[in-house]
Nanobody, 118 residues
Framework: QVQLGESGGGLVQAGGSLRLSCAAS???????????MDWYRQASGKQRELVASITSGRTTRYADFVKGRFTISRDNAQKMVYLQMNSLGPEDTAVYYC?????????WGQGTQVTVSS
């Protein structure tokens, strides 16, 4: 069973940047390397939404609301996924979750809070 752990959240002023990290454990580097990894976010009172994805071939996909501002990347040797977030605005305030498929089931981390002050 893959375990995911996010870190890097915090309080930042509008226009600032944060880099989120997601560490995977309970899986080999080979198994991790073939997984598509995602970042989701959930703002208070709203549904969880996909922010960005990166495939095993490092193809990336972004939600329209973060294009040009966020960058997803991965380090397979370290079993890590990152989300570089620039030009943050109050609308980006949410809990950010790392996600992957675990043999047909969803695997989620515990989330990391990002708060952007105006």
């Amino acid at each position: 069973q893959v375990q995911l752990g996010e870190s890097g959240g915090g309080l930042v002023q509008a226009g600032g940047s944060l880099r989120l990290s997601c560490a995977a454990s309970g899986t080999s580097t080979i198994s991790f390397s073939i997984k598509t990894m995602d970042w989701y976010r959930q703002a208070s009172g709203k549904q969880r939404e996909l922010v960005a994805s990166i495939t095993s071939g490092r193809t990336t996909r972004y939600a329209d609301f973060v294009k040009g501002r966020f960058t997803i990347s991965r380090d397979n040797a370290q079993k890590m996924v990152y989300l570089q977030m620039n030009s943050l605005g109050p609308e980006d305030t949410a809990v950010y979750y790392c996600h992957t498929d675990c043999r047909g089931r969803d695997c989620w981390g515990q989330g990391t809070q990002v708060t952007v002050s105006s």
